[in-house]
Nanobody, 123 residues
């Protein structure tokens, strides 16, 4: 069983930065690919970024490429999402998720999910 807890969300002005963290309670954190997704009101949950268990590979959705960076610290059982140059359209609830052994973009490829953290970007 893997439990995920996100933190670091908040209110920021356009052009600002936030760093999200996702802490895992599982002993096998290093076996899981980790992803960040987001869901805005009235919209489907969408892929943001993912990182392989070894951090050797990462993937990003086109709208966040060059602005967001995903990273992980397996010694701390934590994955991060550094968000720079934030835009109002980045406003959403951000979720982290764990996918055993995979680098994945689909929500259905993830076995465990956190509760989410709200990010609001004002114009």
């Amino acid at each position: 069983q893997v439990q995920l807890v996100e933190s670091g969300g908040g209110l920021v002005q356009a052009g600002g930065s936030l760093r999200l963290s996702c802490a895992s309670s599982g002993r096998t954190f290093s076996s899981y690919g980790m992803g960040w997704f987001r869901q805005a009101p009235g919209k489907e949950r969408e892929f943001v970024a993912a990182i392989l268990w070894s951090a050797a590979f990462t993937e990003y959705a086109d709208p966040v490429k060059g602005r967001f960076t995903i990273s992980r610290d397996n010694a701390k059982n934590t994955v991060y999402l550094q968000m720079n140059s934030l835009k109002p359209e980045d406003t959403a609830v951000y979720y982290c998720a764990a996918s055993y052994g995979r680098l994945a973009r689909r929500t259905t490829d993830y076995e465990y999910w956190g509760q989410g953290t709200q990010v609001t970007v004002s114009s």
